[in-house]
């Protein structure tokens, strides 16, 4: 399982700002995605890379990923990291965002949509 790291969204009010890493095969949208985000919303911090005691929040797109990381969660003392599906925030109830390797350039578009609508929710509730 591979994954990249997302800058921390954090809250503009007092109290612990979430920290979030996004695990998924389909990073690459969904981290610009939430990078501009952020940025946009001025919550943007450094990028960081840790662990399941770091982070409050690891984002994924599909069930294998979720699977995944919630056993790797039971491994680690002191995991503190809420594991969601991404989709479990979008408006429209499209919880699995697929993966579009194997599509064509339509299935990029609907994943980028998928993550636009899933951060933004995210970025609400977050704040």
């Known amino acids: 399982m591979t994954g990249r790291c997302v800058p921390e969204a954090r809250k503009l009010s007092a109290g612990s700002p979430p920290r979030i890493c996004c695990n998924i095969c389909r990073s690459p949208i969904a981290e610009a995605v939430f990078r501009k985000l952020v940025t946009d919303q001025n919550v ?26 919630t056993r790797k969660s039971h491994q680690v003392n002191n995991s503190k990291a809420k594991i969601e599906l991404l ?40 704040h």
């Open 44 to 69: 943007s911090d450094k990028v960081t890379k840790e662990d399941f005691v770091t982070f409050d929040y690891m984002l994924c797109m599909d069930e294998s990923n979720l699977r995944d990381l």
């Open 87 to 126: 989709g479990s925030y979008d408006p429209q109830k499209q919880l699995i965002i697929e993966d579009p390797y194997y599509g064509n350039e339509s299935d990029f578009e609907t994943v980028y949509q998928q993550c636009l609508r899933c951060c933004r929710a995210f970025l609400e509730k977050a």
